[in-house]
């Protein structure tokens, strides 16, 4: 009996030494972490603590030492000398990145969270528990006072299904810190100790001052800069334009078409202005001289002349100079001439009767008196530019060189033989105003005014009025005005007055410089 009590006795004892063994060589030892079996479930929201005691730290081995045994040909640095010193910076301290690696692999608890650790696992507080900061937006972001998708057709499948977001979740929670947020607002509005205007809008980066490593070197000044023997760069002094020159070139037409069965009849035309006007003016100390060249001229289709299929409506050509002497602010002493004839042959409609020809007539007046001038700038494209001519010893002499239409241009007749004479001497005053008045880049407007009289024999005035709106830099629209009296020209009964009028709206390129 106790033979066997003994065995017994054995054969428990032999198993509790196998079952502590093969428990043992189940358990696997890395460092100080030991992993446990696999039954155990280790729960993902837990962080593995580290807990390292200054001996534990004490103990890691020293970085310099295991780079030493590493590298066998590793020596101690040796001692700068004077001159090397000079170059360093002193006050700087900087540690290799192979040893700040190190030191971070050792330092960082991050290595510790496993690869499926997301970022709010790791945030310990929920944002709505954070400091609660005032936005500002009073109003529900889902106000709204009309429904614009009322308006929008539906159809009977609209409501067989209903769609459902992936984040539904996501905005459950986000609606619910929302709620929170809004209660604070309304009821405990003295919670609110920050403002989005009280954080900071940008980063701002250190500046690093560094020293300079020049300031040890043994480099001295031994004498001042002397700049009295160096001269001033010259002074660039532009070239002064005595000489000023301007241009400007119109050409416009307007065209009109009228079928033969048209219910109130007329007739087709077509009508073609040009105008051109070149300025070269001269300005130094008192003396000034302003010289003006224009030619402008009308030609347009005459369906009822039998004889010719086109006629000149408007033709001038002047040349205008006027050379002033300063006598006191804006006032000139002047003299004063301008040419004026005509350039095309223009007949009266089914004659052969000339009422003008080149040169036939053309008149000179010349003039003394004084001139006012004025120039004022508002903007950099709203200007005004007045001048006024005020000759009141004047002269005109007029001649034509060919046989024509003497009565309309106030030639007068020999008392002996009853014939227009050809000439014409005239002596009186002349007024004679230019207006130029840019009211923008694309609206001017351009006057002018002449009035010549004999003092009760003879009286002539034009009043031209020229308004241009500018489409672009190279077209343009013009309504052209011109005014005339002369009491020269004897009445018909087809001309019972004494003025004369020229109207004038077309569109076409002009150009100006």
Known sequence: MMM?????????LLLLIGGSAYSQENQLVTGTIVQRPAQQVVSDDTIPAINLDEEELDNIVDIRKQFEKQNKTYSAPLAPSTNLLRFLKKDELEI?????YWARLVRDASTAFDNTMTFRDTVIVNPLFMPIVFRGDYLPKDLIFYNFDSLKERTPYDNLYRTDSIFKDMERNKQFEEMAYKYVQNNYPTYF???ERDLPNEVIKPKFIKKN???????????????????????????????VSAFESALQFSQNYVSENWYKGGSSNLNLFTKNNLRYDYKKDKVQVTNELEFKASVYTAPKDTLRNYKIGDDVLRIHSNIGYEAFSKWYYTF??????????????????????????????LGLGMKYELEKVFSKHKKIKFSTNLAPFSYTYMYSRQEIDYSRHGFKKNEETGEFNNKLSQIGS????????????????????????????????????????????????????????DDGVEKTEDNKSYFQLNELLSFGFNYKW
């Open 4 to 12: 066997k009590r003994h065995g017994v006795y054995a054969l428990l």
């Open 213 to 243: 490593i020049y300031e040890d070197l043994p480099i001295k000044v031994e004498a001042d800069a002397n700049f009295e023997d160096v001269d001033a760069p010259a002074r660039f002094i532009p070239e002064r334009r005595y000489w």
């Open 193 to 195: 100790r920050y403002s």
């Open 430 to 485: 002349t007024i004679r105003a230019d207006l130029a008045f840019d009211f923008n880049r694309n609206v001017s407007w351009q006057s002018r005014l002449y009035f010549f009289t004999t003092y009760g024999d003879h009286t002539i005035g034009e009043f031209e009025n020229t308004l241009v709106l500018a489409i672009s830099r190279f077209f343009s629209t013009r309504i052209y005005f011109h005014l005339r009296y």
């Open 96 to 100: 290799s990145d192979e040893a700040m």
């Open 336 to 365: 004063d001439a301008e040419f004026k004839t005509q350039f095309f042959t223009n007949y009266q409609e089914n004659q052969d009767i000339k009422q003008a020809a080149f040169l036939s007539p053309f008149s000179l007046n």
